[in-house]
């Protein structure tokens, strides 16, 4: 019986357009690789009719060791809170079994039309409760 992926975990090869004149990682990069294993979590979510759209509120990285081109990135993702507005996630990337960085990135959620704050729906907040940290 095949064993089902596990869609908190991502995996990339450090690309050449996201290395400095230095041979490391840029900084904002780590960002880019961070929303997309987010995002990668995201795509199985319950879909609702109504569903608010999300934006970054706010987002911060502690770095631990400079990626390298071809370097293999292991992303995992966390759910840290769960409020009525807003989501707070956390990446953890590897390298080699070695801790990369560790990021934060908090959505909130708001209504498509007017831009103003709404409650995260129900399903959502269920789904998510089994990745809290």
Not at 22 to 37: F, I, L
Not at 55 to 84: E, M, Q, W, Y
Request: aromatic share 8%; charged share 20%; proline share 5%.
């Amino acid at each position: 019986m095949e064993q089902a992926a596990d869609i908190t975990v991502s995996e990339v090869r450090i690309p050449f357009r996201d290395i400095d004149m230095h041979g490391h990682m840029h900084n904002a990069a780590y960002y880019a690789h961070a929303e997309a294993a987010v995002a990668g979590l995201w795509r199985h979510r319950p879909v609702g009719q109504n569903d608010p759209v999300y934006f970054v509120r706010k987002s911060g990285c502690t770095f631990h060791k400079g990626l390298r081109l071809d370097d293999i990135a292991c992303s995992k993702v966390s759910v840290t809170r769960i409020g009525a507005t807003s989501l707070s996630f956390a990446v953890a990337i590897a390298c080699d079994g070695a801790a990369v960085a560790d990021l934060e990135i908090v959505w909130v959620a708001v209504d498509p039309a007017t831009r103003q704050p709404v409650n995260v729906p129900q399903p959502i907040r269920d789904w998510l409760k089994s990745f809290l940290a």
